[in-house]
């Protein structure tokens, strides 16, 4: 109890809740356990529950019309999945899979509607946390309109970085096994399209990548080289 309480204090959505709203929370909690590969749930398939991760990496995926798989997001510790779980009635958006072995807490969505009409302080802190993450994800979205390949290729490289990164020696290094086709296709692209790019930020010192490791050397002159 003591780990699902320390992790849903970090986690955004519950920022703004006191300790005790906090407990309430952690009591209707399931610990559940994904081996590396596992499927946690599939597009399309009815809305559960949500869940949040204590340690491991999810990836959420979605199939578009031509069959071409695309990576929305990769999770790890902390982060909560899928992001609108509580207040949609829809089919899971997504499909979720370990990428490593993953540990979740996971919280049934009729449970936590139940908490919330028994604790109305709780939904309005909570519907205003989301308010500011729609503005958020708008912006977003906004930026990436009309970008090329190159510039949608580093705003991942980005994400991840301040997602996942750690700085060592100057640079920042991300301990994620994503494959070039990972990457292709959270930048909306061909895997070609980004060996030719990475092979470009590797003769410019820039940035690397190897089957467990992405190292960027230099962040701002990754972001210059994007606008070159």
Known sequence: MSELIALLRNVPL???LT???????????????????TVIFTE???REAVYFIVDGLVKTVKVDENGHEQIVSLLTTGDMFPHTGFFDQSPYPATAEAVEPTRVFAIPVRAFEQLLLSTPTIAVKVLR??????????????????????????????RLA????????????????????????????????????????????????????IILYDVEALKAWANS
């Open 14 to 16: 519950f920022r703004d």
């Open 44 to 46: 399309g398939s009815a």
């Open 129 to 158: 946390v989301l308010g500011a993450k729609i503005l958020e994800l708008q912006e977003k979205l906004q930026a990436l309109t009309g970008q090329d390949v190159r510039h949608r290729l580093v705003a991942v490289l980005l």
């Open 162 to 213: 301040a997602c996942h990164g750690t700085a060592q020696d100057g640079a920042v290094v991300l301990n994620l096994p994503v494959t070039h086709q990972d990457l292709a296709n959270m930048a909306g692209t061909t895997r070609e399209s980004v060996n030719r790019l990475l092979n470009e930020l590797r003769r410019r010192g820039i940035a690397d990548m190897t089957r467990r490791q």
């Open 19 to 37: 300790d005790e709203e906090v407990e309430r929370i952690a009591a209707i909690a399931i610990p559940r356990t994904y081996p590396k590969k």
